[in-house]
């Protein structure tokens, strides 16, 4: 994750009263983590591959914890870009929401150069990419009561939503 990311995530962290229970969607740690931005929260990084950062091997767009147990909070860092279920993860992260919790995303927006998922370089053979527009991540969080969209840095987008 570029500073960028984690800048975002870790304003509207402090921004936030203290989580109780995180679930980070996508939290192989590729390039940096957020999870030491929510000291003492019950933390479940969840990601499709394991590696660092990865308590739980799941599809962020269809994941759910055993037991059903709702969270205060879910991340997703630098995914939505990688994926052709990034609309789903959103439905989904809404659904892993108590009411009143937040979603924090960031995803790369219009002008941000392809990098690969698996490392940050350049896409691999068979890796999927798409630059999430503004207008796009509003559309996907449109289930949420309310979203705030912030496209401070030209090539980013980042958003926090509340259920």
């Keep these: 994750m570029h500073p960028g990311a984690y800048n975002f995530v870790a304003y509207m962290a402090r921004c936030l009263p203290a989580r109780r229970r995180v679930c980070e969607l996508g939290s192989r740690d590729v390039n940096g983590s957020v999870r030491g931005l929510f000291p003492g929260a019950q933390y479940i990084g969840v990601d499709a591959e394991p590696g660092p950062g990865v308590d739980a091997i799941g599809n962020g767009a269809t994941w759910k914890p055993e037991p059903p147990e709702p969270f205060d909070t879910v991340v997703s860092t630098e995914v939505l870009e990688h994926t052709g279920e990034a609309e789903e993860i959103c439905r989904n992260s809404y659904e892993l929401l108590e009411k009143g919790g937040v979603f924090i995303v960031t995803a790369a927006s219009i002008g941000r150069e392809?990098?690969?998922?698996?490392?940050?370089?350049?896409?691999?053979?068979?890796?999927?990419?798409?630059?999430?527009?503004?207008?796009?991540?509003?559309?996907?969080?449109?289930?949420?009561?309310?979203v705030l969209v912030d496209t401070g840095n030209p090539t980013d987008v980042y958003a926090m939503a509340v259920k």
């Design 114 to 146: 392809p990098h690969s998922a698996i490392d940050g370089g350049a896409l691999q053979p068979g890796e999927f990419y798409r630059n999430v527009s503004p207008v796009l991540l509003q559309e996907w969080l449109k289930a949420f009561s309310f």
